[in-house]
């Protein structure tokens, strides 16, 4: 059972450049999500989606776009590339959008920098 | 969501009991505590959820004052793989509700030889 999948695991953007971070699951999850994490910050969210063809906004959503065509898949598009999002990008799912008893699966991350 | 205040860092004997507090006093009564942890350079990894009841399961026990404003999460018998950050997350979990989980920045628990 693979999961959470996040490809690529490394890239590195030149300032301007466009790039889709992807993100996979196949545990049949309804609700998706993407954080990034910088030092001494924590994990903030910047995007969320409760089910296929539904996103809303997290905490830090400037810069990114995503969608939900299909259940399993949730790319986090970066339009623009600027040294502000060099960070790492941590994908997560869970069952539903608010059950009890399904809490957040991670991928294990893209590290991103932007020169 | 309740805001969680959890101490920056903490060192535990390899073997010995490591328990990790959190205070949550502005909790609301449909809140519940969620505990992650991760290990470096890996994605966060869920531990253990409660509401207002004590939990226990393979990883860990969570012990959650009667009054709810804090809780702590106990590893029986750390090892070295168990230094990692842990963080303390309490979220309503209701039909209709969006999972914004929002974290902190945890306590880094190291595991001494």
């Known amino acids: 059972n693979a999961g959470v999948t996040q490809t690529p695991k490394f890239q590195v953007l030149k300032t301007g450049q466009s790039m889709t971070l992807q993100c996979a699951q196949d545990?049949?999850?309804?609700?998706m999500s993407w954080y990034r994490q910088d030092p001494g910050m924590g994990l903030r969210l910047i995007h969320y989606s409760v089910g296929a063809g539904i996103t809303d906004q997290g905490e830090v959503p400037n810069g990114y776009n995503v969608s939900r065509s299909t259940t399993e898949d949730f790319p986090l598009r970066l339009l623009s590339a600027a040294p502000s999002q060099t960070s790492v990008y941590f994908c997560a799912s869970s069952y539903n959008s608010a059950g009890l008893n399904s809490p957040l699966h991670f991928g294990n991350g893209t590290r991103l920098t932007v020169t | 969501d309740a805001k969680t205040t959890q101490p920056p860092s903490m060192d535990c004997a390899e073997g010995r009991a490591a328990n990790l507090p959190c205070n949550h006093s502005?909790?609301?009564?449909?809140?519940?505590v969620y505990w992650y942890r991760q290990i470096h350079s890996q994605g966060p990894q869920y531990i253990i959820h409660?509401?207002?009841n004590n939990e226990t399961n393979e990883m860990a026990s969570l012990i959650i004052t009667e009054d709810r404003k804090s809780s702590t999460l106990i590893l029986p018998h750390a090892t070295l793989r168990d230094t990692a950050v842990y963080y303390c997350i309490v979220r309503v979990a209701e039909p209709g509700s969006a999972r914004q989980l929002t974290f902190g920045s945890g306590t880094q628990l190291t595991v001494l030889p």
């Open positions: 545990m049949n999850h309804e609700y």
């Open positions: 502005t909790i609301s009564g449909n809140e519940y």
């Open positions: 409660g509401l207002k």
